[in-house]
T-cell receptor, first 117, second 115 residues
Framework: QQPVQSPQAVILREGEDAVINCSSSKALYSVHWYRQKHGEAPIFLMILLKGGEQKGHDKISASFNEKKQQSSLYLTASQLSYSGTYFCGTERSLGLVGGTSYGKLTFGQGTILTVHP | DADVTQTPRNRITKTGKRIMLECSQTKGHDRMYWYRQDPGLGLQLIYYSFDVKDINKGEISDGYSVSRQAQAKFSLSLESAIPNQTALYFC??????????????FGPGTRLTVL
């Protein structure tokens, strides 16, 4: 089942902040974030794992609420280069002891971020 | 040279034709994926493979088949293309270090149009 992202679109001026949310109805093992510029391939931003571990770029921050199956991506002091479509990908948990996963991502519909000078 | 390549980059074909999209990677990754992207729908998983002998269906596998010819090559076939399969197709790879899902590296995409 596809996770739900909000908002669908956001418009910013350079220097402003934005938050993009991702919500799932299923128990999650991890949440992944990607950014895609028009006509290009998606680029990895961050992985947030159950238990608090994070992997990704130092300048990107995000949170993962395991109880609510929600993640948020925080874009602070936005730059023109931040423009693009942001996708969350969720990895479901098998619910077994040890926290194993299904091993595949289900992506949200995307959030279009536009940053103006 | 690009680490993940897809051929062709663009293809226009007719309804009923058989089409093969190819993906090659030089990253040495064991996991490979095929996604389809339609406007407003994000990326949908078609098939994925964790090694040469392990191929799994994704969310939208009907009408598609795959072949993992080698660790570095993963092909997607449309046996009888239909207009509804007009979309942008991405191949992606990742490694299995740590056992979980790691960063996926995407190819440049193949834009397929079925008339």
């Amino acid at each position: 089942q596809q996770p739900v992202q909000s908002p669908q679109a956001v418009i910013l001026r350079e220097g402003e902040d934005a938050v993009i949310n991702c919500s799932s109805s299923k128990a999650l093992y991890s949440v992944h974030w990607y950014r895609q510029k028009h006509g290009e391939a998606p680029i990895f931003l961050m992985i947030l794992l159950k238990g608090g571990e994070q992997k990704g770029h130092d300048k990107i921050s995000a949170s993962f609420n395991e109880k609510k199956q929600q993640s948020s991506l925080y874009l602070t002091a936005s730059q023109l280069s931040y423009s693009g479509t942001y996708f969350c990908g969720t990895e479901r948990s098998l619910g077994l002891v040890g926290g194993t996963s299904y091993g595949k991502l289900t992506f949200g519909q995307g959030t279009i971020l536009t940053v103006h000078p | 040279d690009a680490d993940v390549t897809q051929t062709p980059r663009n293809r226009i074909t007719k309804t009923g034709k058989r089409i093969m999209l190819e993906c090659s990677q030089t990253k040495g990754h064991d996991r490979m994926y095929w996604y389809r992207q339609d406007p407003g729908l994000g990326l949908q998983l078609i098939y994925y493979s964790f090694d040469v002998k392990d191929i799994n269906k994704g969310e939208i596998s009907d009408g598609y088949s795959v072949s993992r010819q080698a660790q570095a090559k993963f092909s997607l076939s449309l046996e009888s293309a239909i207009p509804n399969q007009t979309a942008l197709y991405f191949c992606a790879t990742s490694d299995s270090a740590g056992g979980g899902l790691n960063e996926q590296f995407f190819g440049p995409g193949t834009r397929l149009t079925v008339l």
